[in-house]
Nanobody, 120 residues
């Protein structure tokens, strides 16, 4: 069993910054890819950023130049630094990871989500 726990959400004004963190725990052997998704009310969940175990990052066009994903493989953590926030960044942010454990093949896991609200 793998658990992903997000933290760091909150409310900021336009132009502000927030840093989200995700901590994975369990009988983890390898975390292949860690991702951040977000879901605005009434919208589908969308991929915001991802990073492979080798540090290759990818971003949605809407956040390029403003958001930075990072991870610490040794600690099984990931972070999303969000700068120059806009109201359209508002939503629930979810941590997601492809994890290989001692007892399961590589499987996808989700955190419970953390709310980010950007006011104009």
């Amino acid at each position: 069993q793998v658990s992903l726990v997000e933290s760091g959400g909150g409310s900021v004004q336009t132009g502000g910054s927030l840093r989200l963190s995700c901590a994975a725990s369990g009988r983890i052997l390898v975390i292949n890819v860690m991702r951040w998704y977000r879901q605005a009310r009434g919208n589908q969940r969308e991929l915001v950023a991802s990073m492979t175990s080798k540090g290759v990052a990818a971003y949605a066009d809407s956040v390029k130049g403003r958001f930075t994903i990072s991870r610490n493989n040794a600690q099984s953590t990931a972070a999303l630094q969000m700068n120059s926030l806009k109201p359209e960044d508002t939503g629930v942010y979810y941590c997601n990871a492809d994890v290989l454990t001692a007892t399961m093949p590589s499987s996808e896991y989700w955190g419970q989500g953390t709310q980010v609200t950007v006011s104009s």
